[in-house]
C-alpha cells in the first residue's frame, strides 16, 4: 500500500522560509511523476511543482517559479520542497502526489500538474496534507 506523509509545514512571516518534505513508502520511485498541490478554503486545489524523477525535469506554477524548489532524495524515497521568499498568498494546506503509472514522457508531470491530464496519467496517490501559513 502507497503512503505519502508530509512534514515541515507551520506559520512564518512573509519573505521566511519553509522546508517541506514528503516521505513515500511502498511506493517505487523511479521513472515517476511526483508533485506538490495546495488548497485553500472555498478555492480548487492548485499545482505547484512537479518532478519527473528519472531525469530531474522540473516544472513550476508561475506563481512559485524563482521562490520554490522541488528535489528528490531517490535513496531515502523522499520529495523536497524548499520555499523562499513566502508571502502571504502562499498560506495553504500544501499535499505532494505521486503518479501510479510510469509516465511517457516528462511532460506527462507537467500537464497531470496544470490539470491537462488525460485521465490515465494522473496523480492518484496523495498525503495528508501540511498547513503553511504566511503572516505579512
Known amino acids: 500500500r502507497v503512503q505519502l506523509v508530509e512534514s515541515g509545514g507551520g506559520s512564518v512571516q512573509a519573505g521566511g522560509s519553509l522546508r517541506l518534505s514528503c516521505a513515500a513508502s511502498g511506493y517505487t520511485w523511479n521513472s515517476k511523476c511526483v508533485a506538490w498541490f495546495r488548497q485553500t478554503p472555498g478555492k480548487e486545489r492548485e499545482g505547484i511543482a512537479a518532478?519527473?524523477?528519472?531525469?530531474?525535469?522540473?516544472f513550476y506554477h508561475p506563481s512559485v517559479k524563482g521562490r520554490f524548489t522541488i528535489s528528490q532524495d531517490n535513496a531515502e524515497n523522499t520529495m523536497v520542497l524548499q520555499m523562499d521568499a513566502l508571502k502571504p498568498e502562499d498560506t495553504a494546506v500544501y499535499y505532494c502526489?505521486?503518479?501510479?503509472?510510469?509516465?511517457?514522457?516528462?511532460?506527462?508531470?507537467?500537464?497531470?500538474?496544470?490539470?491537462?491530464?488525460?485521465?490515465?496519467?494522473?496523480?492518484?496517490?496523495w498525503g495528508q496534507g501540511t498547513q503553511v501559513t504566511v503572516s505579512s
Open positions: 518532478i519527473y524523477t528519472s531525469r530531474i525535469h522540473t
Open positions: 502526489a505521486a503518479m501510479s503509472r510510469i509516465p511517457r514522457f516528462p511532460n506527462d508531470c507537467n500537464y497531470a500538474l496544470n490539470g491537462h491530464g488525460d485521465g490515465v496519467f494522473e496523480y492518484d496517490y
